[in-house]
């Protein structure tokens, strides 16, 4: 499909093309949850994760929170329904990563790389962020 410019400024669409488009607008800050099996204690694994942010070079402005899973909680039901679903599946750690100015995907994407780096022996369960109103697995 082309655009034609139609006499008005280059960033500026008709109207009605306008509110057709998608909003694929990123959410700030930027919010995701990784859940995990790992048979470490908390202080173990939490030098490590450090260990990992560095060594997957990850963003600086990552804020990085680790829970035991059945201490989880959150107003939110959907995610509340994640934890419980995650939680039935074995995993006991979740890990928050929460950024003032990435988007709720790029932290998945960096939690991802820090786990993969940390050493840990670790099942990674799945990783969500959240999309809109509903929350998406990162693969």
């Not at 990784?34 to 402005?61: N, T």
């Not at 804020?63 to 939680?87: E, H, K, N, W, Y």
């Not at 940390?118 to 109103?133: A, C, M, P, Q, Y």
Request: aromatic share 8%; proline share 6%; charged share 25%.
């Amino acid at each position: 499909m082309t655009l034609h410019n139609m006499g008005k400024p280059k960033d500026e669409l008709p109207k009605d093309l306008e509110d057709s488009l998608p909003r694929c607008a990123p959410t700030f800050p930027g919010k995701a949850y990784a859940f995990f099996q790992c048979a470490y204690g908390a202080d173990d694994v939490k030098s490590a994760l450090e260990e990992g942010r560095s060594e997957s070079r990850a963003e600086e402005d990552i804020t990085l929170t680790l829970s035991q899973l059945g201490d989880f909680a959150r107003p939110d039901p959907l995610l509340q329904q994640i934890v419980t679903s995650a939680f039935a599946q074995g995993n006991n750690y979740v890990l928050e990563g929460c950024s003032p100015r990435r988007s709720n995907f790029n932290v998945a994407i960096q939690l991802r790389g820090i786990l993969d780096f940390s050493g840990l022996e670790v099942n990674i369960g799945r990783i969500f962020s959240k999309d809109g109103d509903h929350y998406v697995v990162m693969g």
